[in-house]
């Protein structure tokens, strides 16, 4: 959703094979109103969009080998149109990725930034900015201010001002999306259609599939819902007879190809960065990695991307979402990662039922309630807080003098072994209850007829467990407790 930076050389996605409109392939609504026909192109044939040239050779990388092939009709069109409204791309092309539709693909090699200084451009760390790669001039963006012009047929702005940007924006792709002669048409017939979202995005399974995810997902999925049960709710209060199935289309295509967007402008100065977006034509078919490979920066010409590491000529070039858990981006994007550097599994669900109301204020008087997580080295810092709080006995003589000995440690006065080993069993407890839910998951997972939900469960499932065994093992080696504190 929120673009950052990223890098080559990451696993690919594991998403279903769907005709590509991201990497985060999603889905759509099996429970609302009629079925949303699919954007169409526009009635009119454009020139073929010339080809980056790039030489051919008998070791010629297979995904370029592949790129040679046409786009399917709607891409190739799009790209026309791209041109035609400035968006330039260098050193770069769409093509087919396997298990992941369409991403992009660099058609040279790419130094990225270097101590010499083309042009005079610098970074910030005195190198040469990596080569421009992709540019979609602000013209082209659709976001709170533009949404009018895009969608005239919305309400006057004062009448949904109260509405959140998501929640606007999507109003006007809905509008707009079944409209062969609107001038955005080509990139509407690009944008995931309602059944690339059916597999891959939680919000829309079936409540006995929601119920396999890890908590944490679960948890995202649950809060993900209630933001578009009063998107969905403020939008239908407005005279736009919008279905519902085409209002929650669009809304995830918002949800999930949207980037951060806060110009310097007055309008955006107290707005809050849930409610800072844009959708960035060209741009959106950039595929993400945890690993910085690509710069994506905002000024009031548009968004620019510039390669941030080298590449291969071949290789896909990535961004970043942001440095997010394999549950956030199954729950927000609907993929998770192979490999994710940033990944943890958070554990309020098991903790927080725990704590009797005393643990509880005691733990949000210090700012430390909520937001417990185990990577894989150890649990964090904040864990260990509530587990020690969990020692307590509440109601108890011993209670305040134990409590301002947990109140020293948090501080780095007291160093807490006397409590250690309760704190390590306690956290043995906490992972042998994941393993439990995992257990309890993959049995309902194996019965699951939808093949593509079923294959994603078992995928998280598997990373959580991993992070659950890596913590085990700094535990058994007096370490998984410690790490987190150093």
Request: with cysteine; net charge negative.
């Amino acid at each position: 959703m929120l673009l950052g930076c990223t890098a080559p050389g990451e696993p690919q996605l594991l998403v279903p094979e769907t005709d590509k409109w991201r990497a985060e392939a999603h889905h759509h609504p099996h429970d609302t109103d009629e079925p949303v026909p699919e954007p169409q192109s526009p009635p009119y044939s454009l020139a073929t969009v010339p080809t980056v040239p790039v030489a051919q050779s008998p070791s010629r990388p297979p995904l370029l080998a592949m790129a040679d092939a046409a786009l399917p009709p709607p891409h190739d069109t799009f790209l026309t149109w791209a041109t035609a409204a400035g968006i330039t791309t260098a050193h770069i092309t769409p093509a087919p990725i396997p298990h992941a539709g369409l991403g992009i693909l660099a058609t040279t090699v790419l130094t990225g930034p270097s101590h010499t200084k083309p042009r005079g451009a610098t970074t910030r760390r005195g190198l040469s900015a990596g080569e421009d790669l992709a540019h979609t001039p602000a013209s082209a963006l659709l976001h709170r201010e533009s949404a009018h012009t895009f969608a005239p047929a919305l309400p006057p702005p004062d009448a949904v001002a109260h509405l959140s940007t998501h929640a606007l924006l999507a109003a006007a792709l809905a509008l707009e999306a079944h409209n062969p002669a609107h001038p955005w048409a080509p990139w509407l017939a690009v944008l995931p259609a309602p059944a690339d979202f059916a597999a891959c995005m939680p919000l829309l399974w079936p409540a006995a599939a929601q119920a396999l995810l890890p908590p944490a997902a679960r948890a995202l999925v649950a809060a993900q819902a209630t933001k578009h049960a009063a998107d969905a709710a403020a939008v239908a209060a407005l005279p736009l007879a919008i279905p519902a199935a085409t209002y929650t289309w669009a809304w995830l295509v918002v949800n999930t190809r949207t980037l951060f967007y806060k110009p310097e402008s007055p309008a955006y100065a107290g707005r809050a960065r849930a409610d800072c977006l844009a959708l960035c034509p060209f741009i959106d078919y950039f595929n993400h990695a945890a690993s910085a490979g690509c710069a994506v920066s905002l000024s009031p010409a548009g968004y620019t991307v510039r390669a941030a590491a080298p590449h291969d000529a071949g290789a896909e070039v990535h961004v970043s979402y942001g440095c997010h858990s394999g549950d956030f981006l199954l729950a927000e994007y609907g993929f998770v990662l192979a490999r994710n550097r940033w990944d943890e599994v958070r554990v309020d669900a098991l903790v927080l039922p725990l704590l009797a109301p005393r643990h509880r204020e005691y733990l949000d008087a210090e700012g430390f309630l909520g937001h417990y997580v185990l990577d894989r080295e150890a649990f964090c810092f904040r864990a260990q807080a509530a587990v020690r709080m969990l020692l307590i006995p509440v109601g108890t003589a011993a209670e305040a003098a134990l409590v301002e000995r947990w109140r020293a440690w948090l501080r780095g006065c007291e160093e807490g072994e006397r409590e250690q080993r309760m704190v390590d069993a306690y956290c043995e407890k906490i992972l042998e209850r994941m393993r439990t839910l995992g257990a309890e998951a993959r049995a309902g997972i194996v019965a699951l007829e939808e093949g593509g939900v079923r294959d994603t469960l078992e995928a998280r499932w598997r990373q959580v467990d991993e992070i659950v065994e890596c913590v085990q093992v700094e535990l058994d080696a007096g370490t998984g407790t410690r790490a987190a504190e150093e």
